[in-house]
């Protein structure tokens, strides 16, 4: 009795090679292709933070030590600069989030001529560079200006109303975005309820703003904590940010170790508000 041979069958997914071929042994190697643009990215970026962060650990009388943040830190600008900064970044986000607000409530649900044509041109007022809407207001509150006779943008509230102007629009344009995917039904139930305006913005619009605000605030708040145009080009008296005290210790005083370290702890600063503007966009799905 003849016995059969079965043939086993092929796994799916897999086939035999042929006759005369070898079977690559390569492994596919992904992290090849990351080599460039992180090489890149070192050589631009991160070697010349390095630098800054070694330069400020090399005080003038030479060795390595701490002296250099010993220093900065017991001194009397460095606090100022500090607490001028911070109160600044924060009055201007507050400013820029209820301006903001309150503006893109007019351009999303008030009906009006030229309102897409307003909501595009946010888009390009983003471009334009902090130092522009500065010089527009040296027009107007400036030694030469309409009301220069006040002398208003010389001072800490003139360096708050020129950030609040340029830094609205940035609140502006996730607002819009949010305003854009709200349901209108719940607007019209809520008047047809007999709810009046504030009370809809209030129950209704606010709570589907929160993220928006909150990732735009966020965002605000890091370009404030390091703006340095607007500062230096009003002129302000006796108002010395973080990056100002940088400006000045590198460029007037020569001290270079000093000016490193307030801009390292500009840097930690600024990179842990952006971690937190991270967060909140992404809970907000920016």
Sequence with gaps: MTEVVRRPRAVRGWSRPRRGSRRSNTVPRPWVGVLPPVA????????????VVQQSFKPDSGGTSLQPYADVFASEAFRHALWTTVWIAVSSTVGCLVLGFALAL?????PFPGAKAVARFI?????FPSFLITLALLFIYGTTGVIGSFQFLTTP???LLAEVTYFTPFVMRP???????????QLEAASSLG??????????ILPEALPALAAGGSLVLVLCLNEFGIVLFTGAKGVTTLPMLVYSKAILESDYPGACVVAVVNVL????????????SRRAGA
């Design 40 to 51: 890149l990215l070192g050589l631009f970026f991160l070697y010349p933070l390095a630098l």
């Design 106 to 110: 007019v351009i999303a649900f008030v």
């Design 123 to 127: 888009d390009v007022y983003l471009s």
């Design 157 to 159: 509230w003139g360096v």
């Design 175 to 185: 607002l819009l975005a949010a305003f854009s995917q709200l349901d209108t039904a």
């Design 195 to 204: 709810a009046r305006a504030p009370r809809i913005v209030r129950q209704v």
């Design 269 to 280: 600063i600024s990179v842990g508000l952006y971690g937190l503007y991270r967060v909140v």
